[in-house]
Structure formats: C-alpha cells, structure tokens
C-alpha cells in the first residue's frame, strides 16, 4: 500500500541554519503517528513541507504517493493541516468559512458533513458567529474544522489542543479517534506526551532537525528499566544505607523519590527504613512512560542509532 507519507533525504536551511537535516520517515495508511521533539526541533517545519507552504533545501516529501512540490493540487486534496497558529478571516462568520474552504476544493454541497463536523467540535451553536467574536479555543476547534471539511485521508494536527480545555480536548479526540478508525492516518505534534501515549502506536522524536527515536511507543518505553519509588516518611533524616540510590527530594507533598531499576531494590529499601525505625506514610510506584524515553532522548549527546 502507498505511504501515506514518505519523505526522503529532505533537509531545510535557513542560511546556516539547519531546520531538518537530511530526514526519513514513512507513515503508513491508517496510523496514528505522533511527532515529538523539543522547541525549534524542526515538527512546523516538516509540517509546512508536507503542506506545501515551504520549499524543502533537498530531498522529496510525498501524500498518498504524490510529491508536495511537484504535484502540488492532489496532495492538497489528500492533507488536512491543523496549524499551530491561529490564523483567520475575521470578516466571515463559521459557517460561512467552512462553506468557502470547501469551495476552494470544488465541493459544492458540503452541508451535511459541515454540519456533523460543526457538531463534533460543539460548535453547531456557533455556527453564526463571526471569528473575530470567538474566544482562542473556539477558534482553534474553527481551525480544525476548517482542516477536515474536504474529508482529507491525511490528518496533520500541529499541537491541536494548546489552549483547548478539557472537555474540547476529550470531545476533540474521540472525534480524531473516529476518524482515524474510519481509516484517516494522524499525524499528531504535541508537547502533551501524555496525550500521544494515550492516542498513539508509533512515535518519532525529531532532535535539531534529524530523526533520533523511530518507534512504537510500547517498545521505546519497555527498554526504559527506569522505575520510581515515591515514599512520604514519618521523618526527613534519611538512614546512611540509602546513599547509594539517587534519591530526590520534593518539598511538594514531602515526598521522596527513589530511582530503581530492579523491583527487588524496594525490599532493600524498605528493610533499611524498617531497621531505623522510619515509618512509611505514603508508597508510590512509578513506571516508566513516553515522558521517561523523551526526557532520556533529549538529554542524550548523540543521535541513537535506528
Ligand atoms: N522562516 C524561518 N527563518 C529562519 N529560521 C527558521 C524559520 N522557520 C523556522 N526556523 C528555525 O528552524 C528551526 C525549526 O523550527 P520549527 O518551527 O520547525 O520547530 P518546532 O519543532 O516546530 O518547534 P515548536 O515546538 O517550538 O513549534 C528553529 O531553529 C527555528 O528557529
């Protein structure tokens, strides 16, 4: 099956700076793909290539097999892109927006899914609103809707729910899950690691502009042998023995927390705190999670090898 997108040796500079660096990356038809990376990573850059908003230095990017650059129009049909800046014509109403946003793709009667888009993002009673008259997180769900109205197969959202509130946000992916079980691929940026976790199977970390982390989410953090103890003791003077565990303190909650790799390390633990006399108030374990493997990634020198 053609790659939903597939991008190939591409690489972006500005000046001598190097926004991507000589990337590739396939997602396939159907995923729920997360990209993550720090601040200036290079996530809207790869985005705005894909969207054909800017020219790659080098290398092809691809839509459902058609090249960003050269076959412009039909990956335009094929790619719905939530921006990350709110961006709007404050002269129009919603309704009145989405109904031009399908024209420029030469659909005419588009009132049915309009309308069941409008219902998703609970904006059917704003409908007549005018944009400039709506508060950030309604125009950033216009935003997204203004991405779906055409049914795009490929869905981009770039960091979708910054400035959402929780009920956008839950509403806002179980219609994002829908549609990626209607068959969409997502394409998801987010600095919420929680959020890609929870929503998706695959992962890329993008550091200074190279791809350093490719993976499904579940084997990156089963190689994470990281685990954290969380203890709230009857005391802060702390037994000797406890020296050789990295140990944190947290003055919000009074709380301890114990980095181990093994589960036998607690036995340990809890013997030496049994042995002087310390009591054990609360008892916490972590596990490791996407954050653990980004914070590992990001802190790593080098580029791990794929
Ligand atoms: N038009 C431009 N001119 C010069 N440098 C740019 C331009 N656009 C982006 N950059 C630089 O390219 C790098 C990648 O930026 P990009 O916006 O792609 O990062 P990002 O991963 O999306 O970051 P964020 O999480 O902050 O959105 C940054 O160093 C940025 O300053």
């Known amino acids: 099956m053609t790659p939903a997108i597939e991008v190939q040796q591409l690489s972006k500079r500005y000046g001598a700076l190097t926004a991507l660096d000589d990337i590739d990356l396939k997602i396939e038809q159907g995923e729920f793909f997360a990209l993550l990376g720090s601040n200036g990573a290079g996530k809207t850059t790869l985005i705005s290539i894909l969207a054909g908003l800017i020219k790659p230095t080098s290398g092809t990017a691809r839509v459902m097999g058609y090249d960003v650059q050269s076959q412009y129009q ?3 049909q094929r790619l719905g892109v939530v921006p990350q800046e709110l961006v709007y014509d404050p002269f129009f109403n919603v309704r009145e927006m989405l109904v031009m946003q399908s024209g420029y793709f030469g659909i005419k009667h588009n009132d049915v899914w309009i309308d069941e888009i409008l219902f998703r993002l609970d904006l059917a009673n ?20 203004q991405a779906l109205v055409h049914k795009p197969p490929v869905i981009i959202l770039d960091e979708p729910t910054a400035g959402v509130d929780v009920d956008l946000r839950q509403s806002l992916w179980q ?65 000797d023995g406890l020296q050789s565990w990295t140990v944190k ?50 802190e790593m020198d080098q580029a791990v090898a794929l």
Do not use: W
């Not at 704003?126 to 809707?145: D, E, P, Q, T």
């Open 126 to 145: 704003k409908a007549h609103v005018n944009l400039r008259a709506l508060s950030g997180g309604m125009k950033r769900r216009v935003l997204i809707a």
């Open 74 to 76: 039909q990956t335009r």
């Open 175 to 239: 219609f994002v899950q829908q549609l990626n079980q209607d068959g969409h691929t997502v394409v998801l940026t987010t600095h919420y690691l929680e959020e890609a976790e929870a929503l998706c199977r695959r992962v890329a970390m993008l550091k200074q502009g190279r791809v350093v982390v490719l993976d499904s989410i579940e084997n990156l953090v089963r190689t994470i042998r990281d685990y954290t103890l969380l203890l709230r003791l009857s005391t802060n003077i702390l037994p």
């Open 249 to 298: 303190h947290d003055p919000v909650g009074e709380l301890y927390r114990i980095s181990i790799k093994e589960y036998t390390e607690i036995e340990t633990i809890l013997s030496l705190l049994r042995e002087a006399g310390i009591q054990i108030i609360d008892l916490q374990l972590r596990q490791p999670d996407l954050e653990d493997v980004f914070v590992k990634t990001m």
